[in-house]
């Protein structure tokens, strides 16, 4: 059967960002199933959404790789100006242009905001993008990790406690019977 002792009663949460608390410990050994029911729902609510927030990072990582792309084309193709392409009105619609000029392009940085960078500014500005988007999404991974064993952890608590109230509940129709 399961042991108490054969797993940590004690368990972290660590927090990605800096209005959460760094760390919360809690004894799970000293709640009630329903206490550790709340919990347990508590973690795959907040597990749910780390893992949304780290596919939207990775959506975004690959957003940014895919420009850094067209950028590394467009350097590298000594005749890209006046070519043709499709320009993006929306995700499907695109309207005929060409590249007026090859060494500058628009780079947007937020809320409709777009500023004239040279390509190797362009380059530089979505690289360290690129690396705050990994950064930030390696510490989600991370803080996955952590809740997983913790909810891992309520589970076999959850099982423990069951297991004791069924036992207890054996020994309470052996003596009545």
Known sequence: ?????????????????????????????????????????????????????????????????ES?????????????????MLVPLTQSLYVPGEILDADKVLVDVGTGYYIEKSVPDAKKLIDRRVDLITKNSDNVTTVITQKQRNLEAIMMMMQYKLQQIQEKKSDFDRQQG
């Open 1 to 65: 059967g399961l042991d108490a002792k054969s797993f940590s009663s004690r368990w972290r949460a660590h927090g990605v960002d800096a209005d959460m608390p760094p760390q919360q410990q809690v004894d799970i050994g000293s709640l009630s199933l329903e206490q550790l029911n709340q919990l347990k729902q508590q973690h795959e609510q907040e597990l749910q959404n780390y893992n949304s927030q780290h596919s939207d990072m990775k959506q975004l990582e690959a957003r940014f790789r």
């Open 68 to 84: 850094r792309n067209a950028l590394d084309i467009i350097a590298d193709d000594p005749d890209a100006e006046g070519r043709a």
